[in-house]
Antibody
């Protein structure tokens, strides 16, 4: 069974940094692209970033380009999102999602999410 | 960027009724790269449909997707109690990947 377990969320002040992690199991991790998708409280879904199966290709939504970095460690079956210069509008539940292949770009399954709150 | 507009915002129906959800794109979605997800309160989204009309593993056949170009539809043929949820469309045709704003299907 595929399992994705996010961690690392919490309360951070504007301008601060946080690193999210996603532990993957139940599938051959290095065969699949992975993504982060977020959901602000009471709002819809927003794609944040994707990384190819081998980690060589990364993609970002414009609003996080330059202050978020996606990475993966295929030896540990781990996905990461390094977030810096955090803004109030980055407050959201962040979901880790498995790609259907290598950048097919539809997602399933998803983790349960980790809440990031940016507030002073 | 491809903007996806979902309508209606809320659909009030009774169990057993047919639900028709719309997703309109601001420009053509190439290669029919359009997916649908279901999200229940407090839960992560679940993939229902990809490639416009292909059902994901384990998804009942009362869920079907159709459309092309800029107009897409998710149909739930007969609503079951567990189908009352929010539904999102997503284009996986070009970067940045984008989602629609969602349609809430609620019990009438």
């Amino acid at each position: 069974e595929v399992q994705l377990l996010e961690s690392g969320g919490g309360l951070v002040q504007p301008g601060g940094s946080l690193r999210l992690s996603c532990a993957a199991s139940g599938f051959t991790f290095n065969n699949y692209a992975m993504s982060w998708v977020r959901q602000a409280p009471g709002k819809g879904l927003e794609w944040v970033s994707s990384i190819s199966a081998n980690g060589y290709s990364t993609y970002y939504t414009d609003s996080v380009q330059g202050h978020f970095t996606i990475s993966r460690d295929n030896s540990k079956n781990m996905l990461y999102l390094q977030m810096s210069s955090l803004r109030v509008e980055d407050t959201a539940v962040y979901y880790c999602a498995k790609d259907w292949g290598d950048l097919n770009n539809w997602f399933g399954p998803w983790g349960q999410g980790t809440l990031v709150t940016v507030s002073s | 960027e491809i903007v996806l507009t979902q309508s209606p915002g809320t659909l009030s129906l009774s169990p057993g009724e047919r639900a028709t959800l719309s997703c309109r794109a601001s420009q053509s979605v190439r290669n029919t790269y359009l997916a649908w997800y279901q999200q229940k309160p407090g839960q992560a989204p679940r993939l229902l449909i990809y490639g416009v009309s292909s059902r994901a593993t384990g998804i009942p056949d009362r869920f079907s997707g159709s459309g092309s170009g800029t107009d897409f539809t998710l149909t739930i043929s007969r609503l079951e109690p567990e189908d009352f949820a929010v539904y999102y469309c997503q284009q996986h045709s070009s970067w940045p990947l984008t989602f629609g704003g969602g349609t809430k299907v609620e019990i009438k």
